[in-house]
Each structure stands twice: as structure tokens, then as C-alpha cells.
């Protein structure tokens, strides 16, 4: 069994911390003093990050890092909470960023800050985003923002063979950095078909299991249970591979178990390149 590993947040930003806060703050000369507990009575995400943070400008504060797979009309009110109850906690300044990782449809504003009021009186609360489809994927490789390889394939111009050939060989220079190529192959399955991801790097289902992003791919579309959110994950994913799915084996699809759902879902990438190989996969597993 492949070794199951932690590749939410924590462990990206954890790579090279002080590389992090500098490029989300736009900050130079500071210093990550430790990584803070992000778990409050009424607000815990895995992908909430806090770090205490030294300036020899502004003195000690904290970056509270969000990072999200896709953009969440509730994460203004969110953010106002969580800044509100570690200031409380810390007792310091906070500086908060929100990373959206894909794009949301139909084009929408992406608010920066929470604004609200009642009876006269206001609340406000501004916080940076960093939408990961408009920063140029130069950067990770000139700035060496390890935290942002597995996700070179949705940054802008990373959607190429080359870019992700590129951070395939960053991550496999670094023992410590070999674990995230699963969430690399992850992301490029989005920009790239199933035999080029083949080629050029792994795919391991049972380390994307772990991936809170995995986990956030699996409940989109969710309405009437997981299983459910998973077949219609599985059909887009289809989709964008193979093109329209026909009624047949839309039909074997909607049958399948969870578990064999999850199978599909890794041969969707690894091995599927025409609907044949679908239809050839779907009529193996009935024999």
C-alpha cells in the first residue's frame, strides 16, 4: 500500500514558510516564528493556516492563510470570524489571505472584504486574494514557491507539457517535495489528456484520498449524498476527456458502487484516451 500522506495546507505552506508569507504579504524581511492552532470553538477548516510572524518593520503579527478550491460566497463572513476570534486568542494584528485554486464559472466578482450594516452601525473586514489562474507561472520556478508546484498546471501559462515536465523534475529533485506529485498529476488532469499525465508523472489514488482538494472535488455538485456527488464528478471528468458519454454507458455508470466509482475516477486519468477504452473498462468489470 502506497504511504498515505498529508498534503493539505499545512504541509505545502510548511515547506518553505517565510517563502510564503514574504510572496502573500509582498513583504521582505520577515521571519515565520511558529505555526499557531487555527482550531476555534466555532470555526476549524484543514485548510486554515496561522502563522506568527516577525517584521523588523511592523513587529510580530499573524497571516491567516485560507486556501480553497474553489471561490465560496460565504468565506467573507468566514474570514471576518476567524480574524475576529485569533485576535482575540493572540492578541495581535492579523493579515489574512484567501487562495482560490480554480476559477468559479460563469465569471463572477470575487469579493475582497466583508462589508455589512445595521441599524448605522458597519462591519468591515478586508483581506487579500490570490487567485491562483491570473499568477504567472514563472514565479514559482524564479521565486522557488514550492508551496505552488503541485498546482503549476492551473496557473497561468503552467497548462503547458513543458511547464509541468518542468515542476515534475522540481518535486522529484527534493525527497520531501516526491509526495506531492500525486496532487500535481491531480491538478494537471485538468489542463492535460489521461496519456500525457501517464506519461509524465504518477498518479497515486490512495495519497489524493488525503488531499482535502480531492476530498472538495468529490462533494461538488453534492445533492442527494456522496455517492451521488461522486458519479456526477466522475461523468465531467469523463466528459472533458472523452467528450459526450452515450446513454449506454451513462446507464452502467450511474450503477456502479462507491467503491468502484473511486476505480473509475483514477482510470478517468490514468488510462482512458477515446470512449472505447470506457466502454472496454465498464464491460470487464460486469463480466
Known sequence: ???????????????????????????????????LNSDFQW?????????RVESTEHGEFLVLNEIQLRCDPRMPRRIRAYVALAEERYNLPIYPVLVNILPPSGNPTIPTSYRSEFLGLQAVQD???????EVDVEIVFRDRLSALLPFVPVLRGGNQA???????????????????????SFFASFVLE????????????????????????????????????????????????????????????????????????????????????????????NR
Do not use: C, H
Request: aromatic share 6%.
Open 194 to 285: 489521461s496519456d500525457l499525465v501517464r506519461q509524465i508523472m504518477r498518479w497515486d489514488m490512495v495519497v489524493l484520498r488525503e488531499s482535502p482538494w480531492y476530498q472538495e472535488i468529490l462533494k461538488e455538485g453534492l445533492q442527494q449524498g456522496l455517492q451521488q456527488g461522486q458519479t456526477q464528478v466522475v461523468m465531467r471528468q469523463l466528459s472533458r476527456r472523452l467528450g459526450e458519454i452515450p446513454p449506454d454507458l451513462r446507464q452502467q455508470i450511474e450503477g456502479l458502487s462507491e467503491g468502484e466509482i473511486d476505480e473509475l475516477l483514477e482510470a478517468s486519468v490514468t488510462r482512458f484516451s477515446r470512449l472505447e477504452d470506457l466502454r472496454t473498462w465498464l464491460n470487464q468489470l
Open 127 to 133: 483581506y487579500r486574494v490570490i487567485n491562483l489562474w
Open 1 to 35: 500500500m502506497a504511504k498515505v500522506a498529508d498534503i493539505g495546507s499545512k504541509r505545502l505552506i510548511g515547506l518553505a514558510p517565510e517563502t510564503w508569507v514574504k510572496w502573500v504579504t509582498q513583504q521582505e524581511n520577515l521571519r515565520v516564528v511558529d505555526f
Open 43 to 51: 470555526v476549524s477548516r484543514e485548510n486554515d493556516v496561522l502563522l
Open 162 to 184: 513543458d511547464v509541468i515536465r518542468q515542476a515534475v523534475g522540481a518535486l522529484r529533485e527534493d525527497q520531501q517535495l516526491r509526495e506531492l506529485e500525486p496532487l500535481l
